[in-house]
C-alpha cells in the first residue's frame, strides 16, 4: 500500500550507459515531482508534470527525459549517463496546487 | 521564493522540546512557511506549514512572529526517532506559483537519550 513507489531503489551503471527510473503514485494526485539529492545532500527539483503535463523544467540537461504514461506515473530516463549524475533521485506526488507533497523512498543512482 | 536561514545543526534531548528557529526576512504577502523533515535515507516528510497564524498538528507546532520574518518550529517531545534534517521553506502557492519545493540546508537535528 506503498502510496509513492520508485524502482529501482539502487542502480550502479557505466558511463555512456542510458537507464530509466519508475515512479508510480497511487493517491490518485494530479501532480508528480522530479527532484535530485547530491552528494552535498542539497535537494533540487528537476521536473514537475501535472496530468501529464510539463509545468516544470529547472535547467535540466536534455540527457534527462521525464516521460508520464498517465498521471499516476512518472518515470525518468536519463541517455549517456555522467559520473556527475551519481545522485539520489527522489520521486513526489501531490494534488495540483496542494500544500503537501508525498515522496518516495528514493533511488540511489551511482554511475562508475 | 524567498530564502531562509537556519542553523546548520543543533542537539536535543529526548522528551524534551525541540525548537527550530527559521529566518526569511524577505517573505512576501503570499508566501507560506513550509517545514519538512528528512530522515536518513528517506524521502522528505511534510511536518507542518502556515501564513499568519500560529499552527498546531499531530506532529508539531509551527510559531510565525508577527512580522512573519521568522518562525519556530516545535517538537513538543522530542524522540529518538526525530533524529533528521529538518528543512524550512518558504514559498507562494497556486497555479500561478506552481508547486516547486526549493530546499536549503536544513538544520541538522539530533535526539540524544
Known amino acids: 500500500d506503498t502510496a509513492v513507489s520508485q524502482t529501482p531503489k539502487y542502480l550502479v551503471t557505466q558511463m555512456g550507459n542510458d537507464k530509466s527510473i519508475k515512479c508510480e503514485q497511487n493517491?490518485?494526485?494530479?501532480?508528480m515531482y522530479w527532484y535530485k539529492q547530491d552528494s552535498k545532500k542539497f535537494l533540487k527539483i528537476m521536473f514537475s508534470?501535472?496530468?501529464?503535463?510539463?509545468?516544470i523544467n529547472e535547467t535540466v540537461p536534455n540527457r534527462f527525459s521525464p516521460k508520464s504514461p498517465d498521471k499516476a506515473h512518472l518515470n525518468l530516463h536519463i541517455n549517456s549517463l555522467e559520473l556527475g549524475d551519481s545522485a539520489v533521485y527522489f520521486c513526489?506526488?501531490?494534488?495540483?496546487?496542494?500544500?503537501?507533497?508525498?515522496f518516495g523512498p528514493g533511488t540511489r543512482l551511482t554511475v562508475l | 521564493d524567498a530564502k531562509t536561514t537556519q542553523p546548520p545543526s543543533m542537539d536535543c534531548a529526548e522528551g524534551r522540546a525541540a525548537n527550530l528557529p527559521c529566518n526569511h526576512s524577505?517573505?512576501?504577502?503570499?508566501?507560506?512557511v513550509y517545514w519538512y523533515r528528512q530522515i536518513h535515507s528517506q524521502g522528505p516528510q511534510y511536518i507542518i506549514h502556515?501564513?499568519?497564524n500560529n499552527e498546531t498538528n499531530e506532529m508539531a507546532s509551527l510559531i510565525i512572529t508577527e512580522d512573519r520574518k521568522s518562525s519556530t518550529l516545535i517538537l513538543p517531545h522530542a524522540t529518538l526517532r526525530d533524529t533528521a534534517v529538518y528543512y524550512c521553506?518558504?514559498?507562494?502557492?497556486?497555479?500561478?506559483?506552481?508547486?516547486?519545493?526549493?530546499f536549503g540546508g536544513g538544520t541538522r537535528v539530533l535526539v540524544k537519550p
Open positions: 513526489a506526488s501531490s494534488p495540483y496546487s496542494y500544500n503537501e507533497q508525498f
Open positions: 493517491l490518485g494526485h494530479d501532480t
Open positions: 508534470y501535472n496530468n501529464k503535463e510539463l509545468i
Open positions: 524577505t517573505i512576501s504577502g503570499n508566501e507560506y
Open positions: 502556515g501564513l499568519k
Open positions: 521553506i518558504v514559498r507562494a502557492t497556486g497555479k500561478a506559483a506552481g508547486n516547486k519545493l526549493t
